[in-house]
């Protein structure tokens, strides 16, 4: 994993040894994500709706270690199977809420068998936010790899 640091702006990549078709629908299924996102040891994503269409809606509950619900939701700006997903990023534990969404991309680039996976994530209010989201996607990939490379 690799990270770059502009400004308000994470950008993180992975390979993986999978298609990125393959990847694409653990991002985007239902029934895939619930199953890879999270841990007992930091938060678990245990459900997940969505409308996988640009302009289209999507919403992902789940519940930290010591049992609080969270909602993460946004809309999506850009879907090209199984190359791009872009789509807006609103936590229910944002400090501000009149704060505009962030915006995150991920774009998928199949590679000698594999997969790279980049994620941008771009539109933090400050350092502190955008930090603790940088961490939250090494962890995130962490996951994702696991699951598809399963």
């Known amino acids: 994993m690799t990270a770059t640091d ?3 702006t994470v950008v993180r990549e992975i390979t ?6 393959r990847v694409f629908a653990a991002l985007t299924e239902p029934d895939q994500l619930t199953q890879w996102w999270g841990d007992e040891k930091t938060y678990r994503v245990t459900q997940m709706k969505r409308d ?12 930290s270690t010591d049992g609080r619900e969270f ?3 946004g809309v999506y700006r850009a ?4 190359r791009l997903l872009e789509y807006t990023w609103r936590p229910s534990w944002a400090p501000d809420p009149t704060q505009p969404d962030t915006v995150v991309r991920i774009d998928l680039f199949e590679r000698d068998g594999g997969t790279l996976v980049r994620v941008t994530h771009s539109g933090f209010a400050d350092a502190a936010q955008r930090n603790s989201h940088d961490d939250g996607w090494m962890r995130v ?6 699951f598809v490379e399963k």
């Open 6 to 8: 502009t400004s308000m």
């Open 141 to 146: 990939f962490g996951w994702l790899r696991a």
């Open 16 to 21: 993986i040894k999978a298609p990125a078709a």
């Open 71 to 73: 909602i993460v939701q």
């Open 52 to 63: 996988l269409r640009v302009g289209g809606t999507w919403q992902s509950t789940g519940t």
């Open 79 to 82: 879907i090209d199977p199984p």
